[in-house]
T-cell receptor, first 115, second 115 residues
Framework: DAGITQSPRYKITETGRQVTLMCHQT?????MFWYRQDLGHGLRLIYY???????DKGEVPDGYVVSRSKTENFPLTLESATRSQTSVYFC??????????????FGPGTRLTVT | AQSVTQPDIHITVSEGASLELRCNYS??????LFWYVQSPGQGLQLLLK??????LVQGIKGFEAEFKRSQSSFNLRKPSVHWSDAAEYFC?????????????FGIGTKLQVIP
């Protein structure tokens, strides 16, 4: 009954370290998304996935890697964290079965600080 | 390319007063339009959406929005604001191209409610 969850909720890491943010949804939604939210920029799409093993870049993909081996999970990895990646990260999912843009359901977010 | 403009970054209203949050979009065809709300420390929650049909749509928490094609607008309204409505509001426009749901968010309007 959890819907969509993200872990960790808060993370502090050092420049150059690898960090993985987890996202899990229980609705079997086909689409999943990763956004970052920064003051003055709203939400910007990092990567999205239309189904398991299908991923594609969004607006700001540089420095990030995603995978989706299972429908319910969509981890986001920062391969070598930089201070510019300090942000709040949101995962979202969407059914997308009827065609056309569907509403997205958002997780609670992960606040990441890179020192 | 689709885009969304929320001209008001910050709005303050008195409790009990009416509210209108502005949203203008740019998209070549009939858009899919959304309003989301984000309470502090939370993810985004869908307030309402417009795909087609009646241009006045009702949402949760007493909100409504009106689609005006001639003005490329989708303004959010509430007749009487409650203190619990203090939050950040995001307008979004969506499209479907080749099966990919592209949703573009505005930068948000932060609503402050004063007694």
């Amino acid at each position: 009954d959890a819907g969509i969850t993200q872990s960790p909720r808060y993370k502090i890491t050092e420049t150059g370290r690898q960090v993985t943010l987890m996202c899990h949804q229980t609705w079997s939604h086909s689409y999943m998304f990763w956004y970052r939210q920064d003051l003055g920029h709203g939400l910007r799409l990092i990567y999205y996935s239309a189904a398991a093993d299908i991923t594609d870049k969004g607006e700001v993909p540089d420095g990030y890697v995603v995978s989706r081996s299972k429908t319910e999970n969509f981890p986001l990895t920062l391969e070598s964290a930089t201070r510019s990646q300090t942000s709040v990260y949101f995962c979202a999912s969407s059914g997308g079965l009827k065609g056309g843009a569907q509403e997205q359901y958002f997780g609670p977010g992960t606040r990441l600080t890179v020192t | 390319a689709q885009s969304v403009t929320q001209p008001d970054i910050h709005i303050t209203v008195s409790e009990g007063a009416s509210l209108e949050l502005r949203c203008n979009y740019s998209y070549g065809a009939t858009p899919y339009l959304f309003w989301y709300v984000q309470s502090p420390g939370q993810g985004l929650q869908l307030l309402l959406k417009y795909f087609s049909g009646d241009t006045l749509v009702q949402g949760i928490k007493g909100f409504e929005a009106e689609f005006k094609r001639s003005q490329s607008s989708f303004n959010l309204r509430k007749p009487s604001v409650h203190w619990s409505d203090a939050a950040e509001y995001f307008c979004a426009v969506g499209s479907s191209s080749g099966g990919y749901q592209k949703v573009t968010f505005g930068i948000g309007t932060k609503l402050q409610v004063i007694p």
